[in-house]
């Protein structure tokens, strides 16, 4: 499968945006699906996370704030965030994997495919 992530740019503190995922080759349904995050010089973070059935996990640092959805016809997974703050700003990109278990949805490492990353900057 092929992500294609899209929907970053620059928004000020307070402000929402709305983040894309789309896939290509194979249907996102039979995929679990996670955004991640990587800021310069620092290590890359787990956002948030959706089952194919449907659950939804989240980092502690976004929980309340953004919310992980998928539209398994459009094959996509979205990432609405709002609220967001100067620290969320990142590179966050999205990935995928079929046969995850719950334990591991947090590591990046566990992830078989990749997008290639979305820009989004948050002015203060």
């Known amino acids: 499968v092929q992500l294609q992530a899209s929907g970053g740019g620059l928004v000020q503190a307070g402000g929402s945006l709305r983040l894309s995922c789309e896939a290509s080759?194979?249907?996102?349904?039979?995929?679990?699906v996670g955004w991640f995050r990587q800021a310069p010089g620092k290590e890359r973070e787990f956002v948030a996370h959706?089952?194919?059935?449907?659950?939804?996990f989240y980092g502690d640092s976004v929980k309340g704030r953004f919310t992980i959805s998928r539209d398994n016809p459009l094959n996509t997974v979205y990432l609405q965030m709002t609220s967001l703050k100067p620290e969320d700003t990142a590179v966050y990109y999205c990935?995928?994997?079929?046969?995850?278990?719950?334990?591991?949805?947090?590591?990046?490492?566990?992830?078989?495919?990749w997008g290639q990353g979305t820009q989004v900057t948050v002015s203060s």
């Open positions: 990935a995928a994997d079929e046969g995850m278990i719950l334990s591991s949805i947090r590591s990046s490492s566990a992830y078989d495919y």
């Open positions: 080759g194979r249907p996102l349904r039979t995929f679990g």
């Open positions: 959706i089952r194919r059935a449907g659950h939804t």
